[in-house]
């Protein structure tokens, strides 16, 4: 057979005032055609484990596209043109079945369904073409998206490790479906809860329980696969929210009734799946109070609130000024987006002390803010290119690119500054510049959950702190005009 492996993600943040333009893509290794496989093939994502489905099978493949951005706002129009271009033209080219990677929160400029339209075109080429989807956990997963694909599964974790284990088994599902061993069916539902990220970690509650609750499923005669999709809560789109899908042998009743029993009991624990924090000069003095000797691991601080891995800017400086006020000490900082800095510590060389206006260098409007800079001053450390390659279990072998990065080191404090945003979600943040994160006393990160994968061996205790961004977990920071009304908690309702 013939088969098009492809990749096309984004999580788009509707609120973030960063563009996704093509170029964004670019930074973040997109390939086409045979330089696809070649970065993706040898790593622990889901299109090494469908080439390896296909290898295993003899099977011909094209990979006509792998890309991905950082989270930011709409894809621009031509961005999404020509990613989906690409895998269109593969598939006129002719085919037997398609396995994609997709994210489930892509929204772009013509479409707010990026994935369920792609899916939609590719069917209107081939109408009964089988097609295999991996979707992230934060997938806002749409009927159009069902309508026009054989089996779709999520991710089981967040942070996100089993993104190869899911993609192998969805793509054997498609394959026994081919072979005429199995017909796969699909039943998919929602629940009116707008989630939290925050409150999503497959770790904690109320996720773990309804993740073990897939799982448990999955051991049921005639179960395929099964899924629960936290979704995406800063895209301000009408199918945003807690979905679930469950993939069946030929039983459709089953599948609904699976569905029905995991979305239930998401519904009765939404209150668990909103996020209470505290003021930002609180958590910072708690941080504080739990300072002990160098070796004995790090605190991690989040600055959740700027996670340029769920659209923010990376660039917001309010936590790491409360910090300095605060006088705390030996801390290290993943990472600030300041590309004007980094030129200005080229030009003032290693081991030369300079004064930065840091960061702050984008306005918000949606949450009605202005970019604020910090003035600091601080020796150049490190001057880098940026790139180094993931060893942590999540985005394995995955080549990550930075750009120009430099570290400040204040002398009681050493910031991280790239010129290209990129969430912290592997040691290689800081020892790709000479840090050695578990011997610091404190590690301010840009992250939300994925800093879990790199930094939750070596972690004494994470205080969250609620700083500025445009992934704020205050939902009356936002304006939400398209999602579905009423949905939980913009809207305290009762029944679902």
């Not at 951005?69 to 989906?84: I, L, T």
């Not at 702050?360 to 790139?387: A, H, Q, S, W, Y």
């Amino acid at each position: 057979m013939r088969l098009v492996i492809a990749m096309m993600k984004h999580e788009t943040n509707t609120f973030s005032p960063i563009p996704a333009d093509f170029q964004r893509f670019e930074d973040w290794g997109a390939q086409f055609g045979d330089a696809a496989r070649e970065a993706y093939e040898n790593t622990a994502m889901p299109m090494a484990a469908y080439i390896k489905l296909a290898r295993a099978r003899g099977h011909e493949f094209v990979t006509p596209f792998a890309g991905e951005a950082m989270p930011s706002g709409k894809v621009s129009k031509d961005a999404y043109e020509r990613m989906s271009n690409a895998i269109l033209d593969a598939v006129r080219d002719g085919c037997d079945a398609a396995l994609l990677d997709l994210h489930g929160a892509m929204v772009s400029e013509t479409t707010d369904d990026g994935e369920g339209t792609l899916l939609e075109r590719i069917r209107e080429i081939a109408p009964d073409l089988p097609i295999a989807v991996t979707c992230d956990l934060h997938c806002n997963l749409t009927q159009k998206m069902i309508d026009n694909c054989t089996a779709l599964i999520g991710y089981k974790t967040y942070p996100h490790v089993d993104m190869y284990e899911v993609a192998e088994q969805i793509g054997e599902v498609l394959f026994r479906h081919m072979d005429g061993e199995i017909n796969a069916t699909m039943a998919w539902g929602n629940r009116p809860v707008l989630a939290q990220t925050l409150r999503m970690g497959t770790d904690d509650e109320p996720m773990k329980s309804l993740i073990d609750m897939c799982k448990s499923a999955e051991t049921e005669p005639g179960v395929l696969a099964a899924t629960i999709f936290g979704g995406f809560p800063l895209a301000d789109i009408h199918d945003a929210g807690l979905s679930s899908i469950i993939v069946t042998d030929a039983n459709v009743s089953q599948a609904g009734e699976v569905r029905d029993r995991i979305l239930n009991t998401g519904w009765k624990d939404r209150e668990d799946f909103v996020y209470k924090g505290e003021p930002l000069e609180d958590a910072v003095a708690r941080a504080r109070t739990l300072e002990a000797e160098v070796g004995a691991n790090p605190v991690i601080m989040l600055d959740h609130a700027d996670n340029t891995g769920s659209g923010a800017t990376q660039d917001t400086m309010e936590v790491i000024e409360e910090v300095l006020r605060q006088g705390l000490q030996d801390v290290a900082v993943g990472a600030v987006w300041d590309p004007q800095a980094v030129k200005q510590m080229q030009a003032a060389g290693v081991g030369n002390t300079i004064t930065l206006d840091l960061g702050g260098r984008t306005d918000m409007p949606t949450i009605n803010t202005k970019g604020r800079p910090l003035t600091i001053t601080g020796k150049v450390k490190t001057l880098t290119d940026g790139v180094w390659t993931v060893r942590g279990p999540m985005y394995t072998g995955v080549e990550v690119r930075l750009g120009d990065t430099a570290v400040l080191d204040t002398g009681n404090m050493e910031i991280v500054i790239t010129s290209l945003h990129h969430e912290p979600w592997d040691q290689g943040i800081f020892t790709s510049v000479g840090i050695d994160p578990k011997y610091k006393k404190y590690l301010i990160l840009k992250s939300r959950i994925h800093y879990r994968a790199g930094f939750a061996s070596i972690e004494r205790e994470t205080v969250t702190c609620d700083g500025v961004g445009v992934t704020t977990s205050d939902n009356n920071q936002l304006e939400f005009v398209n999602i579905r009304r009423p949905i939980y908690p913009l809207d305290l309702i009762n029944e679902p």
